[in-house]
């Protein structure tokens, strides 16, 4: 790292700690209903759509109803979404006449937006419509965001109520999020990535003759799509002559700002925020990831306000922040080192495979942590080609359960959930009964938590030890050795916790990867999102334990370097033998020269 | 289930609002505040005749242009539709392979010494506009000698591309390919047309 590097990432830290507290304190303000800068010109929209659907806003659910409201408005966006992929060549705003998804893909895909996994098995700007990424991806980037929030506030609701069995109105907490938090933000946000460079039009895609034209080599095919032979056996090639380029077009800052700022990622081009279009400049490079961390980072002093003591939230922030630059330092290391292959023949410059060079190594490396960190999953770099310790950062940060920063309220409930066993281990060394926030940690709170953790864990290890027997899924590794593992590893760790970025050499769009995948991120969603509802149903019942002199601190150092240290160890214990066969062995070969 | 209202309608008003005036909204002020950036940040000929966009990498083999990032997009290098890396595993054989006969093209192209990574290893978006002011220095001797320049003209033209880190400490330092190779295209029909002037004078003279 030069002085420049240094001073990137120092000023991108420090900004992000400096909008910590305003942008968690106006959170909790929206969340528990107070009037904020923007009530004026939002409460009477509020209100209107409270009208239309009729919600009735101070009415609270128990936390069964409110799981309920939950799936059920999640159930109506798959199917809407679905819907759509099947039908977007009926639709309007399709200026290139794009075919409809198959179903596989459109199944895969509505439940990925859907889940705010956002793992995509298809180019953007060759599958879908505008009207598919605007009345399809880029709403259920907004909706998916609110949802994740609007169950972490349940939660944190749980921990600051006593002796009620009500969390809260889903539909109430829904709204707020994306009126109040999600659009204003992403508006502006979208604003200032255009002034970049980053395109908003519904333009139909522009031809553009070549400076130099190009060519290239191509299979001759019959009319039903088979390749052609000569007579002696060989596959007849015709070369191609290029005079002219396409370049696409269409709504991508509105689309590109949800999508940071909602921690969902799904780009609306194949190169994601590798792609010019997308992240022009160094500046929307270093916005973008401002962006993906900005809503995580706050929702921890929301929780400390809501909780009634900032501390809390300051500790865990201060633990994810402590993961996250010793993933970036790690990341950073191995990819300027470049690959031991090319170094000895003269190539120098670290790692540049995959790396644009607008952003400079630290600036991609600092984009790559955040998205696999958050479960934001853009990508500003191809993940496939890192060094192989390079690439075992980003994998392992999606395997600790997306608790660093995380996805936008998903992140900081996993974390909690965490915190109760930190609380609870720590209860068992010195023989007292757990408490974490004053609430008594018991077999209920240990058992949801334990599910919470361990769902996505199982998942992918499961998963991925079917892909390693079945022919269909090993065809679908575009590298092979231990790197091809890697790949598959690495796909259904983002779809079973919901990041959605890839080892993108893998074949994804099978109906083997299309399906399996689906499941993984339902089941990687759902299930924690409910258990962590059940939490808050069971503390909010519960009364108040003022803290005694036995009671663990868990606003202090201590508890979160006990915190972080109980992270690794689950982490460590659950994944490293699978971590062993890919990204380690493949780190041994290489500096092997094998 | 009186949750089905909700849910159904929130459906419908929420997809109004995010996915129809949210985007308008952007695209107008977009296209108020911004029209250049929001339409693609095209260039165009004195006769008005788009001829590229400066955020859009495009191929380059000829000597006498600069060259720029290999591309990996689909059919051929810097296909816009296509955009995306190779996804290539640091220990892939066909991927090691690839770059060391990139390296090979290199020397025989007369470039000497260590080598700008950028120049041998493929972008993320394959569609990278950029390449880094080292890969360019490599290149100066070469398109000097294709063109008939001097090294010190070629130097001034690219130099003269060189973008700064943004701000002083953002991203990299790049120069951008496409903008280098339109000056070096005028630079030689320029001195093509001083050449046949001259010629012309000589005739009347």
């Known amino acids: 790292m030069n002085v420049y590097d240094w001073l990137q990432t120092f000023y ?342 995959g790396k644009e060079v607008r952003f400079g190594i630290a600036g991609t490396n600092l984009f790559t942590v955040t998205t696999t960190a958050t479960s934001c999953g853009a990508v500003a770099a191809m993940h496939d080609s890192l060094t192989p310790i390079g690439g075992l950062i980003p994998l392992s940060l999606i395997l600790l359960g997306e608790i660093v920063f995380g996805g936008v309220g998903s992140g900081l409930y996993t974390m909690l959930a965490f915190a109760v066993i930190a609380v609870f281990v720590s209860g068992l060394m010195i023989g007292r009964t757990p408490e974490y926030l004053g609430k008594k940690i018991e077999v209920q709170e240990m058992w949801l938590s334990i599910i919470t953790i361990l769902t996505a864990g199982v998942m992918v290890l499961i998963l991925s030890g079917v892909a390693t027997i079945t022919p269909v899924a090993l065809s679908s590794m575009a590298n092979p050795g231990a790197h091809g593992l890697s790949e598959v590893l690495y796909g259904f760790a983002s779809m079973a916790n919901n990041n959605g970025s890839a080892f993108a050499g893998l074949n994804a769009n099978t109906s083997f990867f299309n399906l399996l995948g689906a499941l993984a991120m339902l089941i990687g969603r759902y299930v924690p999102a409910v258990a962590m509802l059940a939490m808050a149903g069971s503390l909010a019942g519960k009364k108040y334990v003022p803290p005694s002199l036995g009671t663990l601190p868990t606003d202090q150092a201590p508890f979160a370097f006990w915190l972080t240290l109980v992270i690794l160890i689950v982490g460590a214990l659950t994944f490293f033998p699978a971590l062993a066969l890919g990204p380690i062995v493949e780190h041994l070969t290489l500096v092997g020269g094998q | 289930m009186k949750a089905i209202r909700p849910a159904l309608l929130m459906l419908l008003l929420f997809t109004l609002i995010c996915g129809g005036i949210y985007p308008a909204i952007v695209t107008g002020l977009a296209q108020i505040c911004f029209p250049s950036q929001a339409n693609g940040s095209l260039l165009t000929n004195q006769s008005g005749q788009v001829i590229g966009s400066a955020l859009i990498g495009q191929p380059f083999s000829d000597p006498g242009y600069l060259w720029p990032r290999p591309s990996a997009t689909g059919d051929f290098a810097y ?91 953002m991203g990299a330092p790049r120069i951008n390919v496409l903008a280098v190779n339109l000056e070096l295209r005028a630079c030689q029909q320029i001195t093509w047309t001083k050449l046949r002037s001259n010629l012309g004078q000589i005739w009347l003279w």
């Not at chain 1, 830290?13 to 106006?26: A, M, R």
């Not at chain 1, 522009?206 to 290239?216: D, E, G, M, R």
């Not at chain 2, 025989?108 to 002011?133: E, Y």
């Not at chain 2, 690219?158 to 701000?167: A, D, K, N, V």
Request: overall charge neutral; charged content about 15%.
């Open chain 1, 12 to 353: 991108f830290f420090t900004i992000l700690l400096l909008l910590v507290k305003p942008v968690g304190s106006y959170m909790a303000k929206i969340y528990q209903g107070e009037r904020t800068l923007l009530s004026p010109l939002l409460a009477p929209c509020e209100n209107l759509v409270y009208r239309i659907c009729g919600v009735n806003k101070d009415e609270e659910m128990d936390w069964q109803r409110y799981a309920g409201a939950m799936l059920l408005s999640n159930l109506m966006l798959f199917v809407s979404l679905f819907a759509l992929l099947l039908g977007q060549h009926l639709l309007p705003l399709n200026p290139q006449h794009l075919p409809p998804f198959p179903w596989e893909l459109a199944l895969n895909t509505a439940i990925s937006f859907t889940t705010n996994t956002n793992w995509q098995a298809y180019s953007g700007e060759s599958t879908a419509s505008y009207f598919t990424q605007m009345a399809g991806l880029t709403v259920h980037n907004f909706v998916s965001a609110a949802t994740g929030m609007a169950v972490v506030i349940a939660l944190i609701r749980g921990f600051a109520r006593r002796r009620t069995t009500l969390v809260g109105n889903f539909w109430v907490d829904l709204s707020r999020g994306i009126l109040y938090i999600l659009l204003p933000l992403a508006l502006i946000a979208a604003l200032i990535l255009v002034s970049q460079g980053v395109i908003q039009n519904f333009s139909p895609y522009k031809t553009v003759p070549l400076i130099q034209a190009t060519s290239f080599n191509k299979a001759q095919v019959d009319e039903t799509g088979k390749p052609r032979w000569d007579a002696t056996g060989k596959p007849l090639i015709e070369t191609m002559i290029v005079e002219e380029a396409t370049i696409p077009m269409g709504p991508v800052a509105s689309q590109e700002a949800i999508k940071e700022l909602g921690t969902n990622g799904g780009g609306f081009f194949n190169a994601n925020s590798a792609h010019p279009f997308e992240n022009p400049t160094p500046f929307s490079h270093l916005f973008e990831i401002l962006l993906i961390l900005l809503i995580p980072a706050g929702l921890t002093h929301t929780f400390g306000r809501m909780v009634g003591n900032t501390r809390q939230g300051w500790t865990l922030m201060m633990v994810m922040l402590l993961l996250l630059v010793t993933a970036f330092g790690i990341l950073q290391w191995a990819e300027t080192q470049g690959n031991p292959q090319f170094t000895h023949l003269g190539i120098e410059g670290g790692n540049m495979e």
């Open chain 2, 79 to 169: 296909n816009p539709l296509a955009s995306g890396g190779s996804n290539a595993g640091p220990t892939n054989p066909a991927y090691l392979r690839t770059v060391s006969e990139r390296l090979q093209g290199l020397r025989a192209a007369g470039i000497q010494g260590p080598v700008a990574a950028d120049l041998v290893q493929a972008s993320a978006s394959g569609l990278d506009p950029h390449i880094s002011p080292s890969a360019a220095g490599l290149q100066v001797a070469r398109i000097a000698r294709a063109r008939g320049l001097s090294e010190a003209q070629v130097f001034r033209v690219i130099t003269s591309h060189l973008e700064e880190r943004q701000g002083g400490f």
